[in-house]
């Protein structure tokens, strides 16, 4: 027993020391990840992936120096840090050790809210509460103080209020400014600073149906109406090019926009952050953005979501996880940094070896060097064969080297539409090169044998026998009434006095027809072409598909047949139902032909498929109107009346379904604890 407690002794005390070497100023992580990392699979869901980056150190103590709501920091060259103390009105300046190299800004800064660095230690700080961007030089001494622009173009009731501030390398600066909805202000610094004008304003926001109002409304009226002005952007960043990346909460797919020269956007985000207060450009041509409550998106140079990792700390103080992020930054070896103002630290996390190998392919791919980008690539999908942008960037590599099928199989994995149809209609006319002629053989062969079978029946009558076969067939009652279908699409008068009148058509015809049209909705739904398909890949559902075909059609005839009995209607429940049966059936006869096209026709032609649908449905709906009209002997505008009752019933019928249901679900809970309890107690 002794000897063992020596070893372990023995074991621990080396750790203990290394751990002590290291010093109190930064705790290197040496366990996984306290969080989960996300991305996006090819259906736009938020799905798990591997850890993308690990908690590498968190840097506490500049020195012996306390930092106090810090608000904003710099990387400068991967050797020194700058951090903008608020609380303390100075800017800290460190090294990569969390040694002290100096402080600067005492007794000059107010209110400061953001700060930029440029390579050669040029220092540009924002201060709100100074109404000012004070410039120090790399020893820290003050050297300009820009402060409101004087022309009439800026806004002479705006006041100037800084919170963030970048610096492009020509010496142009870009100021967000508080309740300034103009965008970002641009000061040369020619002259002791001109103004240039505003850049990358957001755009409004005004939906059809608030012109339309606005448009109803008096002037008195309008002008209480809460004023459709752009929003300010948050936070801003800029990379190596000059190109302006900003962030703005509440512009959904432009929360995140990648501004080039002329201020236009050139990317759309995908998938958005809720709240986010930072935003830093990568080294391979990506994004980065943390939120307040502390998660990281990193996107491409496209807005495609890669990652989504970290969270909020929850009171116990795990590396890694943040209680109010403030600012995000990159290094060169692409650590990121999350400055938290609330815990008065820096996050640093390390990429792990399935980012590196992403992000060298991301850079590849950026040039153009295709080849050399599929052994990255290769490595990634070795590790995560599933990871939705490999899978894309391969397909689209493949493309470029002219193998199709190759290409086509990654985008199908990757569920890239676009992709995957250029691929396919390269196939196609490759295809269509090889076999044209046999086509047209076939065709002309076709033909042929038509026109000779026609002549010799005229002169042999060979065709009598199958003739007279199918008049046979033909004459069978329950045939006869599955053929009024076709009648019925043409005749939709004619063909519902058959139905009330003549009795052309039986229960058991029109449930013949529910049932072949419910096996055509269930091949189309999860067999029809990949371009055009709206499921996920082997997931089936069929039970689940055919209880709401009937589910809804009872409710639909129900609730009609009920309205037509209170307003005077003349049809039976048996006239209606078969009348909304037999108005499916257009569904019948274009959704095999649409089916078919789905199969065969790449982006540039998906116009048939959708157009199909379209007029599909258009006659439908004619249908269902003409047999509701003819059926029950209504005017255009009873009808018009019913219909409208119809769809009202159905939603009161669906929201008391629904209230019975969540009833229903907490009387069995409650049963199902007072049982569990019993057993509980019967046990003990």
């Given amino acids: 027993m002794k000897n063992r407690f020596k070893r372990i002794i023995k074991s621990v005390l080396p750790l203990v020391l290394a751990g002590m070497v290291m010093g109190t100023n930064a705790i290197t992580a040496i366990a996984d990840a306290p969080y989960k990392t996300y991305t996006v699979d090819g259906y736009g869901s938020i799905t798990e992936t591997q850890t993308a980056y690990l908690p590498y150190e968190t840097i506490t103590k500049i020195g012996e120096e306390t930092l106090v709501t810090p608000t904003d920091f710099c990387l400068v060259n991967d050797e020194f840090i700058y951090i903008l103390d608020s609380g303390n009105k100075r800017v800290v300046v460190s090294d990569l050790n969390s040694e002290l190299v100096t402080t600067f800004g005492e007794g000059t800064l107010v209110g400061p809210k953001g700060i930029y660095v440029t390579s050669d230690r040029i220092t540009y700080v924002a201060d709100r509460d100074a109404g000012a961007i004070f410039v120090f030089d790399k020893e820290g001494q003050l050297t300009q103080t820009y ?251 493949l493309y470029k080297e002219g193998d ?146 009937l589910i809804g059609l009872l409710l639909i005839v129900s609730c009609n047949y009920l309205m037509c009995t209170i307003n005077d209607g003349e049809g039976k429940f048996k006239h209606i139902y078969c009348a909304f049966i037999y108005a499916f059936g257009p569904y019948l006869i274009l959704s095999p032909v649409v089916f078919i096209f789905s199969h065969i026709v790449s982006n540039n032609e998906i116009f048939f498929v959708h157009f199909g649908r379209f007029c599909m449905w258009v006659w439908i709906a004619v249908l269902i109107y003409i047999g509701v009209q003819e059926i029950n002997n209504y005017t255009v505008g009873e009808t018009v009346k019913i219909i409208l009752l119809t769809v009202f019933t159905i939603l009161i019928v669906s929201l008391l379904a629904f209230i019975i249901y969540v009833l229903w679900s907490q009387v069995f809970d409650f049963l199902q604890s007072i049982f569990g309890e019993v057993v509980y107690r019967i046990g003990s």
């Fill in 147 to 397: 402060t409101k622009p004087k022309e009439a173009m800026y806004g002479e009731t705006l006041d100037f209020l800084p919170l963030k501030v970048v610096v492009n390398k020509s010496g142009t600066i870009y100021a967000v400014c508080e309740s300034n909805t103009n965008g970002i202000v641009q000061i040369s610094p020619v002259e002791g600073g001109t103004f240039l004008g505003y850049f990358g304003t957001n755009a409004t926001k005004a939906g059809i149906w608030n012109i339309i109002w606005r448009a109803l409304l008096t002037d008195a009226q309008r002008a209480k109406m809460q004023s459709n002005i752009p929003s300010t952007p948050d936070n801003m960043a800029i990379d190596d090019k000059g190109v302006i990346y900003t962030i703005t909460r509440g512009e959904k797919n432009d929360t995140l926009k990648r501004l080039n020269i002329a201020g236009v956007n050139m990317t759309k985000t995908s998938d958005y952050p809720d709240i986010p207060v930072a935003v830093a450009s990568g080294n391979h041509d990506n994004a980065f953005v943390v939120t307040q409550t502390g998660f990281i998106y990193e996107y491409n140079n496209e807005g495609d979501l890669l990652f989504m990792f970290g969270g909020s700390d929850d009171g116990k103080q795990r590396i890694g996880l943040s209680t109010k992020a403030e600012a995000i930054q990159i290094g060169l070896d692409d650590k990121i940094y999350v400055l938290d103002s609330e815990k008065a630290q820096i996050q640093v996390f390390e990429p792990t070896e399935f980012t590196a190998y992403l992000h060298n392919a991301l850079y590849l791919f950026s040039k153009g060097r295709y080849e050399e980008s599929k052994e990255p690539l290769n490595k990634v999908l070795e590790m995560n064969n599933l990871f939705t942008y490999a899978n894309m960037a391969m397909g689209k590599a």
């Fill in 404 to 549: 199709y099928k190759g290409a086509l199989e990654y985008a199908r994995i990757a569920k890239d539409k676009e992709s995957y149809s250029d691929a396919f209609w390269e196939i196609r006319n490759v295809w269509l090169k090889k076999n044209l002629t046999w086509i047209a053989i076939v065709i002309l062969v076709i033909v042929a044998c038509v026109t000779v079978v026609k002549l010799l029946d005229k002169k042999k009558h060979i065709l009598d026998k199958p003739k007279a076969a199918l008049k046979k067939a033909g004459d069978h009652k329950l045939t006869r009434e599955l053929g009024y279908m076709f009648y019925f699409m043409r005749h939709p008068i004619d063909g519902c006095y058959g139905i009330k009148r003549e009795g052309r058509v039986s229960v058991l015809s029109a449930n013949i027809i529910l049932a072949i049209g419910t096996v055509f909705f269930i091949v189309s739904k999860y067999f029809s072409g990949f371009l055009t398909k709206t499921v996920r890949e082997g997931k089936f559902d069929v039970i689940s598909d055919i209880g709401m075909i």
